[in-house]
T-cell receptor
């Protein structure tokens, strides 16, 4: 079945540091890939997505490139801010499976300190 | 972007009572809504998928008689936790996808925190 594996946290960075959160996936069909962010006490918000190989999703300075050859969708940001502190979830939606259900990774908690 | 609301955001109830949580898509028609449960420091667990006008499809291990889902319109789905017990205390999140929004993109509600005493 489909699965998503993302790096375990927590991750603690200083402000303006470079961020990478690794995400790899397995899927039976042709998945779309997503990063969701959950700020403390809130629900999930879509951060970015990519629907096919080599697509790059980007938003708020975050980027992730859909790499089919390595089945990866790593999240990156060049300079993090304290306001980026949140839990980040990598997810996939496997259209080939005939469903738009999301399969989530376990989440990576990011703490950015001033 | 698409907006999904949930009501209530917080609920505290006595053991044995039933609690209804509403999920609404505010600016698009949601043909499909999903209900998740999130335990502390863990990922989201899909409970069920509901399509407007039809019965919900429950994930393995989720009791359909305990977690009643109704998707009566294209903008509203409800989750009723029947005869709630302390172990049902959790963070319940809905999401919606469908018309007027990318079908494969789910938009999440802010969640409902349930505490059963």
């Amino acid at each position: 079945g489909d699965s998503v594996t993302q790096m375990e946290g927590p991750v603690t960075l200083s402000e303006e540091a470079f961020l990478t959160i690794n995400c790899t996936y397995t899927a039976t069909g042709y998945p779309s890939l997503f990063w969701y962010v959950q700020y403390p006490g809130e629900g999930l918000q879509l951060l970015l997505k990519a629907t096919k190989a080599d697509d790059k999703g980007s938003n708020k300075g975050f980027e992730a490139t859909y790499r089919k050859e390595t089945t990866s969708f790593h999240l990156e940001k060049g300079s993090v801010q304290v306001s980026d502190s949140a839990v980040y979830f990598c997810a996939l939606s496997d259209r080939g499976a005939g469903s738009y259900q999301l399969t989530f990774g376990k989440g990576t908690k990011l703490s950015v300190i001033p | 972007g698409a907006v999904v609301s949930q009501h209530p955001s917080w609920v505290i109830c006595k053991s044995g009572t039933s609690v209804k949580i509403e999920c609404r898509s505010l600016d698009f028609q949601a043909t499909t809504m999903f209900w998740y449960r999130q335990f502390p420091k863990q990922s989201l667990m899909l409970m069920a998928t509901s399509n407007e006008g039809s019965k919900a499809t429950y994930e393995q291990g989720v009791e359909k008689d305990k977690f009643l889902i109704n998707h009566a319109s294209l903008t509203l789905s409800t989750l009723t936790v029947t005869s709630a017990h302390p172990e049902d205390s959790s963070f319940y999140i809905c999401s919606a996808s469908g018309r007027q929004g990318p079908q494969e993109t789910q938009y999440f509600g802010p969640g409902t925190r349930l505490l059963v005493l």
